[in-house]
């Protein structure tokens, strides 16, 4: 691994979007502009979406890329982002943090794992939507991590 998988400049604080197409494109831009994945990621974002929404349940979704988007996958990497009004992600399912990753080889099994560890447990969804820094995010991922 090259560098860290999650760092403060890979959380985005109170973001808004008018759909999840728009909140799935940033998540990705986001590991696009650390150098995680290529361009060409955000699309295999948005057609794994199509096939079946990354909503979790307790206001989170992991957007990632399908199964043939590895081969731009540079790194792996997460990238945060907190959207407190929340964004539709359709039936009726509002996501107010967004975790986008990209695994190298099988490490997105292991960095999935990681992310349910501390997304299982409400509050701590709760304190990921009521951070006002990086760093509270950031210090959260940084015990499992």
Do not use: W
Not at 12 to 28: H, P, V, Y
Not at 43 to 59: D, H, V
């Amino acid at each position: 691994m090259n560098k860290q998988i999650l760092s403060k400049e890979n959380i985005l604080l109170n973001a808004s979007f008018i759909n999840k197409e728009e909140a799935i494109r940033k998540t990705g831009q986001i590991l696009v502009e650390k150098d995680y994945v290529r361009d060409h990621y955000i699309e295999k974002m948005l057609e794994r979406e199509k096939l079946t929404t990354t909503y979790m349940g307790n206001f989170v979704a992991i957007p990632h890329g399908t199964e043939d988007a590895k081969k731009n996958v540079i790194d792996s990497g997460i990238s945060i982002i907190q959207v407190p009004n929340g964004v539709d992600f359709g039936n009726g399912n509002i996501v107010k943090i967004l975790i986008g990753i990209a695994g190298k080889d099988d490490e997105h099994l292991e960095i999935l794992s990681q992310i349910a560890i501390v997304c299982s447990e409400e509050e701590n969804i709760q304190k990921l939507v009521e951070a006002t820094t990086p760093e509270q995010i950031l210090n959260m991922f940084e015990e499992v991590y």
